[in-house]
């Protein structure tokens, strides 16, 4: 079992920049490969990015990609999305999650409560 608390949202006007946390606890960290996703009103859950569990793996969203950056701190059991030159249609509840890298399967099985961004226009 991980536990998944993110942080860092908040409102923003359009242009502007964020940078979301999310930490880990409650099992080894560096056994799972990360992603953040998003929710915005009225539409489903989409994927924004990924990481793999040492970081030197990386994918995202053709929406983001150039804007965002997902990184990890093992370390410190944490994972990131730093979000710059923010557009209104980025509004939306973002959560990370995890999937083990030892399943075999592509499956975000722990989930975060998720955290509020809203871009102002």
């Known amino acids: 079992q991980v536990q998944l608390v993110e942080s860092g949202g908040g409102l923003v006007q359009a242009g502007g920049s964020l940078r979301l946390s999310c930490a880990a606890s409650g099992h080894t960290f560096s056994s799972y490969d990360m992603g953040w996703f998003r929710q915005a009103p009225g539409k489903g859950r989409e994927f924004v990015a990924a990481?793999?569990?040492?970081?030197?793996?990386?994918n995202y969203a053709d929406s983001v990609k150039g804007r965002f950056t997902i990184s990890r701190d093992n370390a410190k059991n944490t994972v990131y999305l730093q979000m710059n030159s923010l557009k209104p249609e980025d509004t939306a509840v973002y959560y990370c999650a995890a999937k083990s890298r030892f399943t075999g399967l592509n499956v975000y099985s722990y989930w975060g409560q998720g955290t509020q961004v809203t871009v102002s226009s």
């Open positions: 990481i793999n569990w040492s970081g030197g793996s990386t």
